[in-house]
């Protein structure tokens, strides 16, 4: 049982898993703020250059209520705020994306300077250049 624990151990704390567990985190962070945005912000403007529609409120009664059972409702409003949400965190990933795809084409792209010469080399060309003004 020791030696399970030591392996899931080692596997828990690989950068990869830590960074996809950030990753995660910010994400579910992100899309929070993202719906927040949408419902709170964006929606109601939207509503009301359509005539005041609240979208969350948009739904179809497919069974009215009877008695205690509540009433059947196909909420299409609630489907259009997660579709713009959708939208809005895809738009957001692709350009995130598209920016580190920049910076590594940026890396690759910039030449690399020559390295600098080594003592022996630049001792060398200081012989050669002496001998060369010698010979003159």
Do not use: C, H, W
């Amino acid at each position: 049982m020791s030696s399970f624990l030591k392996e899931f151990k080692a596997f828990a704390m690989r950068g990869n898993v830590i960074d996809m567990a950030v990753g995660i985190v910010v994400g579910a962070a992100f899309g929070k703020i993202v719906s927040s945005f949408v419902a709170d912000v964006l929606m109601p403007p939207l509503g009301l250059l359509l005539g005041g529609v609240d979208f969350s409120q948009l739904a179809i009664t497919l069974k009215e209520a009877s008695g205690e059972a509540p009433a059947v409702m196909l909420r299409y409003g609630q489907f259009i705020q997660t579709v713009v949400d959708f939208v809005i965190i895809a738009f957001a990933i692709f350009l995130v994306v598209k920016g580190i795809n920049a910076m590594k084409k940026k890396e690759e792209a910039a030449p690399k300077a020559p390295p600098a010469p080594s003592k022996e080399e630049v001792l060398l060309t200081e012989i050669r250049d002496l001998l060369k003004a010698q010979a003159k």
